[in-house]
Structures are given as C-alpha cells and as structure tokens.
C-alpha cells in the first residue's frame, strides 16, 4: 500500500495532537514545555484554508505517520505569499523519509497556494530537521542566538528559508 497524502480534517485532530505531543518531551521541535489539548488547537485548525494554508495528514497503511501546515508568517497583507512550514512525523515512522516527502510534495504545491517563499523555524540543535529542509533546498537566512529557555538552557533559533518562484521545475 502507498502513502496518501490528503487535506486534514478536524477529526484528525486529536492523531495530529498526539503526534504533535509526542514531539515535546524531546525538545527538539517545538517550544511548548507541555502537552496540548486538543480543543486548545480547534481555533488553530480552523484558521488554516485548504486553498491557501492546508493542512495535510501522510497516512502509511491507514495510520497517520505525520502532518504538515503552512502558516501565515506575520499577519500583514504584505506578507500573504509568504508561509511558515511545519512538519511534524509520528516516532515510529521517523526516519523513513515519510517527513521529506511530506515536504516536498508541499514545496510543489505551494505555487497553486499562492504561496512563493517557505519560510523554517528550527531550534539550532535540531540536526535531523535542518538536514531535512536543507536536503530540499532550504538555506539559512537567519539565527535567534539563545532565545529558547528548554529546561534552563538557552537554545538557538535557525530561521531557513526557499523561494518556491526561484526554483527549477
């Protein structure tokens, strides 16, 4: 069976929390310290457009493996071809290429979102997830030195970007 890759819905949700939870105590994706909810993402879910800021579920065998969203990046008008990127793979399927994938199907699809620039925020010690935007053509734009406190360390910020317009079909 191959994957599928297919618009969320809101009853993905809570596979989408708990893999999203499941990230967490690691400290390498995400800056929550705590779990989620998952009627604390409802209004999270419900911003996201499948038109323009989807939201994708990869399923392997029926099971959600991961998810993807583009965001809007900081809410001005101006701002709209831009999206922030976030992958997130279930533990049992990371490794797998399942989160490349996921990245590069959104990358080719990002002209028909409107969208021209992907935009990557990812803590510096995050190696398997700098690989991963980098191995697609992400580069460095940017670092937040220190502006992270996981377990009273301070932790760096990478800000990696790809001009979805520049590149080469």
């Known amino acids: 069976m191959s994957d599928v890759i297919r618009n969320a819905t809101e009853a993905d949700l809570p596979k989408i929390v708990e893999i999203y939870n499941r990230s967490i105590p690691g400290r390498m994706a995400t800056a929550d310290l ?7 993402r409802v209004a999270w879910f419900q911003v996201h457009d499948v038109k323009t800021r989807p939201i994708w579920v990869l399923e392997r065998q029926g099971e959600i493996a991961a998810w993807i969203s583009l965001s809007s990046f900081y809410g001005r008008p101006a701002y709209q071809a831009t999206a922030e990127v976030s992958i997130y793979v279930a533990p049992n399927y990371q490794g797998q290429g399942v989160g490349s994938y996921l990245l590069q199907t959104m990358i080719d699809r990002c002209p028909e979102f409107g969208v021209t620039t992907l935009l990557g925020f990812v803590f ?15 580069e460095r734009w940017g670092l937040l030195p220190a502006i992270a406190k996981l377990d009273d360390q301070m932790k760096d910020l990478v800000i990696l970007g790809l001009k979805i317009s520049n590149r080469e079909v």
């Not at 510096?124 to 992400?138: I, W, Y």
């Open 124 to 138: 510096g010690h995050n190696a398997p997830s700098l690989k991963m935007l980098e191995k697609v053509g992400f």
């Open 34 to 40: 705590e779990p989620v909810t998952v009627a604390s």
